[in-house]
């Protein structure tokens, strides 16, 4: 019979022997078992800036409401050397202006200095979502121009021409409340180059779990574990990659299977986040045409950041599900619910107008129409011609539906061609 002190050895010996990214997975889930596909999202967002030949900064934003957990997601990676954290943030801070500060002291409070080949973590970034419309414009297009990570120069009539320019990579964690339908729209109009996770409301929780919570550990206890063992799991890349720009990838080798399914998911994300023509009795907008070519570059970073976090060098299958969760999650709700709803009907079916108001939950007939506004940009993108439908009032696609299990055991739909 194996006496206490034997088991305890043998189990000193497991602990030894699990990998970083295996004990992590063991903490959360013990914890926050609901945070878990959010700190692996957050991982890979850090990861892609080992990659020697990244040249996207790629930023995840945490979406949800109160209580979500994202602040505490965000929160497990601040502190350590590669992160940035700003519990204050506003777009002009990248590059300031500010009047009452002598030009030579500006290069002291520049932000985007302070972040390249960092992780800018921002835990509030609601009041960058919200304003009039110019003051959302001006915000993103500052932001859309930062994200191409070759720096920014700009020129005011108070300190003249200022900026940076050169490899200005970085990678971002913020979090938001959820975004109003004209935050979608500027994002759409400049094209965005955020890209997000919507963290679900928990169900309520029975008093006996709560009172469990307490009496175990404190919130807080299991916040400092928690972050513990990500920081060792970022330890631990930074060593194996050889630090910032230190992994060289071999693209060649990569599954043409997956790479066409990251093109897929990039091709779909760009039609859904496009803006539709606006036509109405006085006005005649023509369309804005997001092109894939970013959203692709993200996602595949996205994934090659992933397969890194678990040991791997080149992508496999295993790296898709969390392509597919920040691709329906990075476009707006009710797009992607209505479009999940099409992808279980299969490659030939459709959904009429009566029929999405039904999975969004909604009162009205013409706010179901406004999701489907969409449809055929994003059947242009995803078919190469516009597919047939049976009436005005109806969604339909002929492309295939590949299923793939989702983080954290979630399923998801992944679009290729039938």
Same mark, same amino acid.
């Given at each position: /019979?194996?006496?206490?002190?034997?088991?305890?050895?043998?189990? =000193?010996?497991?602990?030894?022997?699990?990998?970083?990214?295996?004990?992590?997975?063991?903490?959360?889930?013990? +914890?926050?078992?609901?945070?878990?596909?959010?700190? @692996?999202?957050?991982?890979?967002?850090?990861?892609?800036?080992?990659?020697?030949?990244?040249?996207?900064?790629?930023?995840? $934003?945490?979406?949800?409401?109160?209580?979500?957990? =994202?602040?505490?997601?965000?929160?497990?990676?601040?502190?350590?050397?590669?992160?940035?954290?700003?519990?204050?943030?506003?777009?002009?801070?990248?590059?300031?202006?500010?009047?009452?500060?002598?030009?030579?002291?500006?290069?002291?409070?520049?932000?985007?200095?302070? $972040?390249?080949?960092?992780?800018?973590?921002?835990?509030?970034?609601?009041?960058?979502?919200?304003?009039?419309?110019?003051?959302?414009?001006?915000?993103?297009?500052?932001?859309?121009?930062?994200?191409?990570?070759?720096?920014?120069?700009?020129?005011?009539?108070?300190?003249?021409?200022?900026?940076?320019?050169?490899?200005?990579?970085?990678?971002?964690?913020?979090?938001?409340?959820?975004?109003?339908?004209?935050?979608?729209?500027?994002?759409?109009?400049?094209?965005?180059?955020?890209?997000?996770?919507?963290?679900?409301? =928990?169900?309520?929780?029975?008093?006996?779990?709560?009172?469990?919570?307490?009496?175990?550990?404190?919130?807080?206890?299991?916040?400092?574990?928690?972050?513990?063992?990500?920081?060792?799991?970022?330890?631990?890349?930074?060593?194996?990659?050889?630090?910032?720009?230190?992994?060289?990838?071999?693209?060649?080798? +990569?599954?043409?299977? @997956?790479?066409?399914?990251?093109?897929?998911?990039?091709?779909?994300?760009?039609?859904?986040?496009?803006?539709?023509?606006?036509?109405?009795?006085?006005?005649?907008?023509?369309?804005?045409?997001?092109?894939?070519?970013? #959203?692709?570059?993200?996602?595949?970073?996205?994934?090659?950041?992933?397969?890194?976090?678990?040991?791997?060098?080149?992508?496999?299958?295993? +790296?898709?599900?969390?392509?597919?969760?920040?691709?329906?999650?990075? /476009?707006?709700?009710?797009?992607?619910?209505?479009?999940?709803?099409?992808?279980?009907?299969?490659?030939?079916?459709?959904?009429?107008?009566?029929?999405?108001?039904?999975?969004?939950?909604?009162?009205?007939?013409?706010?179901?129409?406004?999701? /489907?506004?969409?449809?055929?940009?994003?059947?242009?993108?995803?078919?190469?011609?516009?597919?047939?439908?049976?009436?005005?009032?109806?969604?339909?696609?002929?492309?295939?539906?590949?299923?793939?299990?989702?983080?954290?055991?979630?399923?998801?739909?992944?679009?290729?061609? #039938?």
């Amino acid at each position: /019979m194996r006496t206490m002190s034997t088991m305890r050895t043998m189990s =000193k010996r497991t602990s030894r022997n699990t990998s970083p990214i295996d004990q992590l997975r063991q903490t959360i889930h013990r +914890d926050f078992p609901d945070y878990w596909p959010a700190v @692996v999202a957050g991982l890979s967002v850090c990861a892609t800036l080992f990659l020697e030949d990244s040249s996207n900064p790629v930023a995840l $934003i945490y979406v949800g409401g109160p209580g979500t957990g =994202k602040t505490t997601v965000a929160s497990l990676f601040t502190e350590h050397a590669l992160c940035y954290p700003s519990n204050s943030f506003s777009p002009a801070a990248f590059v300031s202006h500010a009047s009452n500060v002598p030009r030579a002291k500006l290069a002291e409070i520049d932000l985007l200095p302070r $972040i390249q080949h960092k992780v800018l973590v921002t835990p509030e970034l609601a009041p960058i979502f919200r304003g009039q419309e110019e003051k959302l414009v001006t915000r993103f297009a500052v932001i859309t121009g930062v994200m191409d990570g070759r720096g920014w120069t700009t020129d005011s009539g108070t300190h003249g021409r200022r900026g940076y320019t050169g490899d200005y990579l970085f990678a971002w964690l913020g979090c938001t409340t959820p975004l109003s339908d004209a935050v979608w729209e500027v994002m759409g109009q400049l094209g965005s180059r955020l890209f997000f996770l919507r963290m679900g409301q =928990k169900e309520n929780a029975r008093s006996a779990d709560l009172v469990h919570e307490v009496r175990e550990r404190s919130y807080q206890e299991r916040v400092e574990k928690c972050r513990k063992v990500v920081h060792e799991v970022l330890d631990s890349l930074m060593q194996s990659c050889g630090g910032v720009r230190g992994m060289k990838w071999n693209r060649r080798a +990569d599954p043409k299977t @997956v790479l066409e399914q990251i093109a897929s998911l990039a091709n779909l994300l760009a039609a859904m986040r496009s803006q539709p023509t606006e036509e109405t009795l006085h006005r005649y907008g023509q369309p804005i045409q997001e092109a894939p070519h970013r #959203a692709f570059a993200i996602l595949h970073n996205l994934a090659r950041g992933h397969a890194l976090v678990h040991g791997r060098r080149q992508l496999t299958k295993d +790296d898709l599900p969390l392509a597919v969760r920040v691709t329906f999650d990075s /476009m707006p709700l009710e797009y992607a619910c209505a479009l999940k709803a099409l992808c279980e009907e299969g490659p030939k079916g459709a959904l009429t107008v009566d029929e999405v108001r039904a999975v969004l939950g909604v009162r009205h007939l013409e706010t179901a129409r406004k999701a /489907m506004r969409a449809r055929r940009a994003w059947n242009r993108a995803v078919r190469g011609r516009r597919a047939r439908e049976a009436s005005p009032d109806s969604l339909s696609t002929g492309v295939g539906v590949v299923r793939v299990q989702g983080p954290g055991g979630a399923s998801g739909g992944c679009l290729g061609r #039938a």
